[in-house]
């Protein structure tokens, strides 16, 4: 079993930054992919950013291309989501997942078997 931990939501302008970290325990950290995903109200649950656990390769949405960023700390069991140039439309609940099914970085939601509870992020224009 692995418990997921996600922090540093909150509110922000359009053009801020926020970093979001998932803190895991429980099975060790470096034999999980690990994704980032966010769903917005009324809206289903959405891939943002994924990192693979052999060669730490990511993959990213095209709508956040270029400004989020995936990375992981195996030492201290912590991915992190770097957010730059939020807009409004990034406003959403942002979730970490994990998985053991596959070793590299994927999109798809059913490949994560573990769930965190989520972090708010609010982009105001």
């Known amino acids: 079993q692995v418990q997921l931990v996600e922090s540093g939501g909150g509110l922000v302008q359009a053009g801020g930054s926020l970093r979001l970290s998932c803190a895991t325990s429980g099975r060790t950290f470096s034999n999980y992919a690990m994704g980032w995903f966010r769903q917005a109200p009324g809206k289903e649950r959405e891939f943002v950013a994924a990192?693979?656990?052999?060669?730490?390769?990511?993959t990213y949405a095209d709508s956040v291309k270029g400004r989020f960023t995936i990375s992981r700390d195996n030492p201290k069991n912590t991915v992190y989501l770097q957010m730059n140039n939020l807009k409004p439309e990034d406003t959403a609940v942002y979730y970490c997942?994990?998985?053991?099914?596959?070793?590299?970085?994927?999109?798809?939601?059913?490949?994560?078997?573990?769930w965190g509870q989520g972090t708010q992020v609010t982009v105001s224009s």
């Open positions: 997942a994990a998985t053991r099914k596959v070793t590299y970085s994927t999109g798809s939601r059913s490949a994560y078997d573990y």
């Open positions: 990192i693979g656990w052999t060669v730490f390769r990511t």
